[in-house]
């Protein structure tokens, strides 16, 4: 397990995957506990640190919780990582070395090198620790004031490292890479004389000392405006004795051998490798063919197969490259080989017509490949003699750039196929040519995941071309990644983008990616037109479109998203694209490759890659468009969402959970939308019909964000249903609040005083009511009012005819009250039985509800084998559902009952799920108490001291919380004594 900042703040397994810290407060704590060099940093420090001025409600109580997801963090890492983090008299300290803390690694390495003569064991050293700088260290919180200090001393470590490295290379007779590495950051520090030396010396002895004298003088002209001070005097004897060109400054002995491996010389498949014959009729490419072995040999075994192949792809995908690779290798295998490309084939008549004029050029363009044209003869002569020509020979065909004359390829190649039987045709193009026997091949992006994916290869390759010293930019490779992912993968783009590296980094072209259309461009003509820019590339296949096809795609571009078929049709059909013509135009899309497929569920989901999608919001810009597309947008899932809440308590609950689940994208480009927009009705409407989900999908975290937000806005609607809707809203959203107990309560009665009189608003009030009164149930201050308030809502929803309602909120007043106090559930009155209205409605939520209250009052009355069997129920129904909060905590109570039988292998198997499950939804009372039941069963397997380091560093509220929960399956006599009530009166 590592450690890493120097760069953004990253936590990684001994294998190098790295473990995903999701919330930023977690990384901050990383990063103050990391910058502390081990040392102990008080609570109130790491508050301030991770927290500012803006604190959380009970900034002690949510500082503990994200020390638990921390600790469940660095166990994902490596098992037992959490012991890592421990807490002693001064505070909370986190025990990193070389081995652990990339940081440390970096300066241990530094010092060790500065001892070292400058030789080759120096420049591997450096070299090696040099690799481990990802960037600015600590990206994300480098404008932290409480880092200042830190970053400095790091960046001033990685300068003498440079320094030290630059020295030696020159020393070993390894100048050029001296430049590479000192160049660059002799302009950031244009004062800095350690750099400046070992890099005049290296611009001298790679015959630059016209560079070198440049450099000197910039260095001069900096330190007489900026210090009013000249060069050391060793500096200004090396500019002598670089002026004189002393013999003494001569190389010495210079590194000769075969290229490394890795290098763009080592290993790179060249084309143009074929036959003689067979190179001059296909194109020769100056750079190596990357990246695609896969895809050759299956396109290869497709050939083999099949007479007629179609290479698919948006523009710029590679589908030129890749097919005159294949065809490369049939000619080496014997085939006779042409190549035909189509690009200048003028659009707009057919073959049938170019016949009858004797104007075909699309066949006169083939034959001209073969040498076969003669300016006098009518088409269907040359056609005859093309024929004639391929007729009994091994031959392949290859014809590119098709898409803008499909009809014509497909005629012509339906000819050419039937009347030579042993040829074969390669065809590339944006869309099909639609022949029976045609077999289609789409070529994929270049994958770019990692650093080391074939996208990223492909663009270092090419940046490598434009500047030899990309490679000991520390940050490419890791800035390359994002940038190759950020554009999708094309090999054009990737090109494109390689071509500015000589003017600017790959960390600033991923600045710019915005720009991307107009900003990646390849100067010179040795590419076509539409190939020299993103923009026309995409003008390009946007040209080939019909109108409706076009409007499909720029709205397509409302939301960066994918999209099922019938939310196309609803939210892209108007009255200039009737929904008739949607699916029809949506088929092109997907045949012409600029909207891709992904199968979800069984069924197909649309989406534009960013880069088309960057491209087609333009012109959604552009056409006026965009505010009735995303207004229907966000009208569709207000309905999806309102439609759900009626779904979400029954039968069909699990499939609408999947259905929101899959939408949820959406629904957050909608609440955006409508924040956006100040239409604060839409934004309560999509809020308030999603709590319950996710509630029951434990995403608190997201509504504790949404719900403010959205009450907020201006504008809330007049209608009274709006204003029930908004007053609920209130309610939700002050109930989850993070905020001191007594002021919650008054702030939520507050709410509840906020609905209208009516009948309809009373109605309204009591369908959160009993929600509310769950804050009052915790201390016995208001238990009694909440119970009040709890039976006042149950007794009017049953009255009012909601059943399911009255019985599900019985289930919630059941729960605290027996969990705080003991108190026996009260169930419904008038006879009704909570756990048979909850069946017969098919409400597997409401049903999990009722069950763990049987399951505490089981266990509560010692009739442990009912809790077990109510509990196992419980859990199944919750995975039914995918509630992974839920689940986490039937899982712990799996994990305890283990604990109690003395089987703590299970128990261990269980509790390993259980975090697994909490760490997902950020569930802070699970993570808690998982980090109690581990520490029990760790005491279990004699680990003591582990067991209390991880019990002392609980705060009271969370010590009180697992104590309540274990005490109830183990009793009191069996918890350590940091979880007795002593331990824990003391700690309060």
């Known amino acids: 397990m590592r450690v890493q900042v120097l760069g953004p703040v990253r936590l990684v397994t001994a294998g190098g995957d790295a473990v995903e810290v999701p919330e930023r407060k977690v990384r901050a704590l990383l990063a103050a506990l990391s910058a502390s060099a081990g040392e102990a940093v008080p609570a109130e420090t790491l508050i301030s640190r991770v927290w500012g001025e803006d604190l959380p409600g009970n900034p002690s109580r949510v500082l503990q919780a994200k020390l638990s997801q921390l600790r469940a963090l660095l166990d994902q890492a490596a098992p037992g990582g959490r012991k890592l983090l421990n807490r002693s008299s001064g505070g909370y300290r986190l025990s990193l070395g070389e081995q652990t803390f990339d940081a440390a690694a970096f300066r241990s390495a530094v010092g060790r090198a500065a001892e070292l003569p400058a030789d080759g064991h120096r420049v591997e050293l450096l070299q090696n620790v040099l690799d481990l700088w990802r960037g600015g260290p600590y990206a994300e919180f480098a404008d932290e004031l409480w880092l200042g200090a830190e970053i400095a001393d790091l960046e001033e470590t990685r300068l003498r490292g440079v320094e030290l490295c630059a020295e030696a290379l020159v020393e070993i007779g390894r100048p050029e890479q001296a430049v590479t590495s000192a160049a660059p950051l002799l302009t950031q520090q244009p004062t800095r004389e350690g750099l400046a030396a070992p890099l005049l010396l290296a611009y001298y002895r790679t015959r630059r000392q016209p560079e070198a004298l440049s450099a000197y003088e910039r260095l001069r002209g900096h ?39 890795g290098s763009p010389q080592a290993g790179a498949v060249q084309e143009g490798q074929g036959t003689d014959e067979a190179g001059s009729r296909l194109p020769a490419y100056p750079s190596p063919f990357l990246g695609r072995a896969a895809e050759v040999r299956q396109v290869s075994e497709l050939m083999a197969e099949n007479r007629l192949v179609t290479l698919l792809g948006i523009g710029g995908v590679g589908k030129t490259r ?29 073959v049938g017509e170019a016949r009858a004029e004797d104007s075909c050029r699309l066949i006169g363009v083939a034959a001209a490949a073969l040498g076969l044209t003669s300016p006098w003869q009518e088409s269907s002569d040359v056609l005859r003699r093309l024929v004639l020509a391929l007729e009994g020979r091994d031959a392949l065909l290859v014809l590119d750039n098709c898409e803008h004359i499909v009809e014509d390829v497909a005629f012509f190649t339906a000819q050419l196929l039937r009347r030579a039987p042993q040829l074969r ?48 930019d520390p940050e490419a490779a890791g800035s390359a990644a994002e940038l190759c992912r950020r554009l999708d993968g094309l090999p054009l783009a990737l090109e494109l983008a390689a071509a500015q590296t000589h003017v600017l980094s790959v960390a600033q072209l991923l600045e710019r990616i915005s720009d991307r259309l107009d900003l990646l461009a390849r100067p010179g003509r040795a590419a076509p037109r539409r190939q020299q820019t993103l923009r026309g590339m995409l003008d390009w296949s946007w040209s080939l479109l019909q109108e409706q096809e076009q409007i499909l795609l720029r709205r397509l571009a409302v939301h960066p998203v994918s999209w099922r078929l019938d939310a196309v049709e609803e939210i892209c059909a108007d009255l200039e694209l009737p929904r ?55 009208n569709y899932h207000l309905a999806l969402v309102e439609c759900a809440e009626h779904y979400l308590f029954g039968p069909r609950a699990r499939d609408w959970v999947r259905r929101l689940d899959e939408a949820r994208p959406h629904l957050n480009h909608a609440i955006d939308e409508a924040l956006h927009r100040g239409d604060g009705a839409a934004g309560v409407g999509l809020v308030r019909a999603l709590f319950w989900y996710r509630w029951m ?39 989850v609040a993070d905020r001191r107990p007594g002021q919650k309560v008054t702030q939520v009665l507050a709410a509840l005083e906020s609905f209208a009189p009516d009948e309809e608003s009373q109605l309204a009030r009591m369908q959160v009511q009993w929600f509310a009164a769950s804050v009052m149930f915790a201390d016995l201050e208001h238990r009694d009012q909440g119970s009040r308030l709890a039976d006042e809502s149950i007794a009017h929803l049953l009255q009012a005819g909601d059943l399911r309602g009255a019985a599900f909120a019985s289930t919630q007043r059941d729960w605290f009250l027996l969990d705080f106090w003991g108190i026996p559930p009260a169930g419904l009155p008038e006879g009704h039985d909570a756990e048979q209205i ?23 009355q010692g009739r442990t084998e009912e809790a077990q069997q109510r509990a196992d129920e419980a859990t199944a129904l919750c995975a039914e559902l995918s509630l992974d909060g839920e689940s986490a905590f039937w899982m712990l109570v799996q994990s305890v009952t283990s604990l109690r039988s003395n089987d703590l292998d299970a128990a261990e198997d269980q509790l390993s799920r259980a975090r697994a499950l909490a760490q997902r939804t950020a569930f802070v009372y699970c993570i808690t108490l998982s980090e109690a039941v581990g520490a029990m069963l760790a005491e279990r397997r004699g680990d003591v001291d582990h067991a209390r380091q991880v019990l002392a560093a609980f705060s009271a509220e969370d010590r009180e919380d697992a104590r309540r929960t274990l005490v109830r399956y183990l009793g009191e006599h069996a918890l350590p004594a940091e979880l007795q009530p002593a331990a824990g009166s003391a700690a309060s």
């Open 580 to 634: 008739r013509r949607v699916l029809p135009a949506l088929v092109t899309l997907v045949e012409r490759s600029l909207v891709s497929t992904v199968r979800a569920d069984g069924e197909l989901r649309y989406r534009l890659l960013e880069t088309v999608g960057a491209y087609a919001a333009e012109k959604l810009a552009v056409s006026g468009d965009r505010e009735a597309v995303a207004g229907r947008h966000l």
């Open 697 to 735: 999908t434990g995403r608190v975290d997201t509504l504790l964000e949404e719900l403010p937000a959205v009450l907020a806005c201006p504008y809330q609607g007049e209608s009274p249903e709006q204003r029930r809707a908004y007053a609920q809203t209130l309610v939700l959203a002050r109930t």
């Open 425 to 472: 045709i390669l065809t590339t193009s944006r869309e099909p040519l639609n022949l029976p026997e045609e077999q289609r091949f789409t070529v994929p992006p270049l994958t770019a995941q990692d650093t080391e994916s074939p996208a990223v290869e492909f663009f270092l390759t090419r940046a490598r071309a434009v500047d030899a010293a990309i490679d000991d």
């Open 223 to 261: 330190l007489a405006e900026e210090f009013g001070a000249d060069p050391t005097p060793e500096l200004q004897r090396l500019h002598l004795q670089i002026l004189r060109q002393d013999p003494e400054l001569a190389a010495g002995p210079t590194q000769t051998g075969p290229a490394q491996a």
């Open 322 to 350: 890749l097919a005159v690779r294949a065809a490369e290798g049939q000619a080496e295998n014997g085939a006779e080989v042409w190549f035909v490309d189509l690009a200048e084939v003028v659009e707009g008549s057919t």
């Open 838 to 860: 909850l069946r017969a409605h098919g409400d597997v939520y409401g049903l999990t509800q009722a069950l763990g209250i049987q399951h505490l009052w089981a266990e509560a």
